[in-house]
């Protein structure tokens, strides 16, 4: 499942940048998501993200772009909820998840409710929500007849995708019939602990509160990421980058990075990075266009379509932020999915 949500949130910044990746309470707006449902997460998180997957479905290339992205532990894991009677393709409308370096989770990070440290994380945990409409009582019956490990939290049963005791064991659990909670166990309890007031939930971290608010009902998909996890991205996204020696220092400044990918005929993504100041943004758009470039000409042979698109992908300055948006037609689509470009690589 962790894997995943990393082609999920791969999906969004793949739409943004084309390859240069290696990667339901009611809504408060069009495709968006209430406060009442952000506000189950706990306060540390490091990125959090959505996918409106009923809109996702009506695109005609969406199903070989699913088939060609999501790895084979997410279909076993499709698998065990349809033994149960869950169809995912027709009871999840929408998707909300977020990560969480596992330096956040430590006692004293935990006590302030923040990363430990903006440096890239190099592990993390996952908790999410999938909305929907569920029967709670069914499913939860038919887990329990089929004597599925479990753990109690405040009254509620959470039912084990595996042994139940791995350190990478994942767990999930009916919020309501609305609502199904998944991921690894001490964030599902933290989750819990947040529903009953014991914890601090997310609408508390002002900064990534105001950049979720900022993006809420922008997109088919959205995210936000801290400091730690643009640094982690602006590795994955654009390492071309990474080869001007000023780069590192503008990328160590950073301070969010914001994606959206919204559809209409195709697919249109805009990806923005949160500089330190105007005059990073001003330099890194600079990088980030000739490492574009740099990125096309390479392409040119094996992918001359995607080398088309990063021609015509926009780069501008904006503030303190760099704005790339680029535009893809449901053809140009359907071309890089033949050729593999979206591949979730295990």
Not at 2 to 13: N, V, Y
Not at 105 to 110: I, Q, T, V, W
Not at 328 to 345: G, H, P, R, Y
Request: charged content about 20%; hydrophobic content about 45%.
């Amino acid at each position: 499942m962790q894997k995943w949500t990393e082609a999920m949130k791969r999906f969004a910044s793949a739409c943004a940048l084309l390859a240069l990746a290696a990667g339901m309470g009611r809504p408060a707006k069009a495709g968006g998501l209430g406060a009442d449902t952000i506000g189950l997460f706990p306060k540390g998180v490091g990125e959090f993200a959505y996918a409106d997957l009923k809109k996702a479905r009506t695109m005609k290339w969406y199903p070989a772009l699913e088939q060609q992205m999501l790895p084979e532990k997410f279909r076993q894991f499709e698998k065990f909820l349809a033994a149960a009677g869950i169809d995912t393709n027709t009871q999840v409308d929408e998707l909300t998840w977020a990560l969480v370096p596992e330096s956040a989770l430590s006692k004293d990070a935990a006590a302030n409710g923040a990363a430990a440290t903006d440096a890239p994380p190099d592990s993390e945990e996952i908790v999410g929500i999938a909305l929907g409409s569920y029967n709670p009582d069914s499913t939860e019956a038919y887990f329990k007849a089929q004597k599925l490990p479990t753990s109690k939290s405040h009254g509620y049963t959470l039912f084990a995708f595996g042994s139940g005791v791995g350190p990478n064991d994942l767990f999930f659990f009916f919020v309501d019939s609305n609502k199904a909670a998944f991921g690894h166990r001490q964030l599902l309890e933290k989750l819990i602990a947040v529903r009953y007031g014991e914890e601090d939930s997310l609408l508390r971290n002002d900064k990534m509160y105001n950049l979720i608010n900022e993006v809420n009902g922008s997109g088919v998909v959205w995210a936000v990421l801290d400091p730690a996890y643009t640094k982690l991205a602006m590795g994955q996204l654009a390492p071309e980058v990474q080869q001007f020696p000023e780069a590192a220092k503008l990328v160590a400044r950073m301070q969010a990075m914001i994606i959206t990918a919204t559809s209409s005929s195709g697919m249109d993504a805009k990806f923005q990075a949160v500089c330190g100041s105007t005059e990073d943004a001003n330099t890194l758009s600079q990088l980030m266009a000739a490492g574009l470039l740099y990125k096309k000409y390479q392409t040119a042979k094996d992918n001359p379509e995607l080398g088309a698109l990063l021609d015509q992908t926009n780069v501008v300055p904006s503030g303190d932020r760099v704005v790339i948006r680029m535009s893809v037609s449901d053809d140009q689509m359907t071309t890089l999915i033949k050729k593999n470009t979206f591949a979730f690589k295990m």
